[in-house]
């Protein structure tokens, strides 16, 4: 028996895209689905309650800062993550890979894993996908990552080839260190960059491994967009039609709508509370920034047309003196209706998905959002 399975509802007729569930020991949600990142167990500024709310069912946290802060061990004695954060819901932990790769100047790739010094304090640590396991074993996630090296963009063919190669060895480490998998599923991750054959190669080799799950990774680093599509284009047919697939790192609106399209199943990505902490929040016809001085008398709410508790009760006006003078209120009203906005985003997806209409519904979206224009600012 296997902690994570999924299960397979209808394709698009339209497009192509795929309506589908999965189903986790803490819960089913049904896909395409975005996740809120909890970095460090909590989604910054929002409580769990507030995330069910709003209608999240899943969320993601990170091995590596939890590894460092508070420390599995403390996690482990809690229970897990879920009582330690107080979250029924699913959880997926990153494997810490994209953190060590990212924030630490110093670092030592070897084949046995990565030695590099902690970000915060300096101290030399040492990352394997063995140790990966054992921490993600202690946090008690719902769906785990393989450990990857996630290199930057660009990179030459033979770098990326060299790391592809090494990659498929973690994930095999990965699986065999893995021995709770009625408890908590594993992903691979298929990496490649920008190089086609190299894509292909690395969900091969991912594919022959059998994971109960598959992720994309090494997109949404810098690549442009197109360059993004054409590489689902090419990965997503590759992978297990029965299996969940997990784009990493992605959230902008029009990235999730050409993703699902693609045949991506999940998303997670910090960039709705990110943007949100500068004031930054989404709406149906593209990105307002409420700080700036020309809502100071604007008693609308955020989005006419949203229909979260911010958008009920409270105005741009309001928003952006809370921001402008640092109250935490107005960054947990900004986060809360960026969040809102994603989830159901994705749940008009879904819809379109079972209505046959996705491809129409990204033509109608892109044109209200202004992502037709020459001059459309993206996030």
């Known amino acids: 028996m296997t902690a994570i399975t999924y299960e397979f509802i209808k394709t698009c007729k339209q497009t192509g895209a795929r309506l589908g569930r999965v189903h986790t020991p ?42 460092l802060r508070p420390g599995e061990d403390i996690i482990r004695e809690a229970g897990g993550l879920h009582k330690f954060m107080n979250w029924d819901g699913a959880i997926l932990t990153d494997s810490g890979g994209f953190q060590v790769f990212s924030l630490s100047d110093m670092r030592d790739i070897r084949e046995e894993g990565v030695h590099f010094r902690n970000h915060i304090s300096g101290e030399k640590m040492f990352l394997s996908p063995e140790k990966a396991m054992e921490i993600q074993h202690a946090l008690g996630s719902d769906i785990m990552m393989a450990f990857d090296e996630c290199p930057p963009f660009p990179a030459t063919h033979d770098y990326m ?17 893995h021995d709770q998998t009625e408890k908590q599923g594993l992903f691979g991750i298929v990496q490649g960059g920008e190089h086609e054959d190299l894509r292909k190669q690395s969900a091969k080799d991912l594919v022959s491994l059998d994971f109960p799950g598959y992720a994309i990774g090494g997109l949404s680093v810098g690549e442009p967009k ?25 959230g902008s609106p029009d990235s999730l709508i050409d993703g699902a399209i693609r045949g991506v199943d999940m998303f997670d990505c910090v960039l709705p509370t990110r943007i949100a902490r500068n004031g930054t929040c989404m709406t149906s016809t593209g990105r307002l920034v409420v700080r700036n001085a020309q809502f100071a008398r604007d008693f609308r709410p955020i989005d006419e047309h949203c229909s979260c508790h911010v958008c009920k009760n409270y105005s741009r006006a309001y928003i ?60």
Not at 45 to 64: D, F, H, Q, V
Not at 161 to 177: D, F, I, N
Not at 232 to 249: A, C, H, V
Request: hydrophobic content about 40%.
């Open 226 to 250: 197109d360059v993004m599509n054409r590489m689902l284009e090419i990965t997503t047919p590759l992978l297990p039609e029965n299996r969940p697939r997990y784009l990493m790192g992605v």
């Open 26 to 67: 803490h819960g089913s949600f049904d896909t395409p689905a975005f996740m809120p990142v909890g970095t460090l167990a909590t989604v910054k500024t929002m409580s769990p309650e507030e995330l069910r709310e709003m209608g999240a069912n899943m969320i993601l946290s990170n091995t590596y800062h939890l590894w």
């Open 161 to 177: 080839k060299a790391s592809v190669e090494r990659t498929s060895r973690w994930a095999e480490r990965c699986l065999k260190a």
């Open 320 to 379: 952006r003196h809370l921001i402008k003078c640092n109250e935490t209120f107005g960054f947990r009203l900004t986060t809360y209706h960026n969040l809102h906005f994603l989830l159901k985003l994705m749940e008009q997806v879904r819809t379109a998905i079972s209505e046959d209409r996705l491809g129409d519904f990204r033509d109608e979206f892109f044109e209200q959002y202004g992502f037709n224009k020459p001059d459309a600012k993206n996030f």
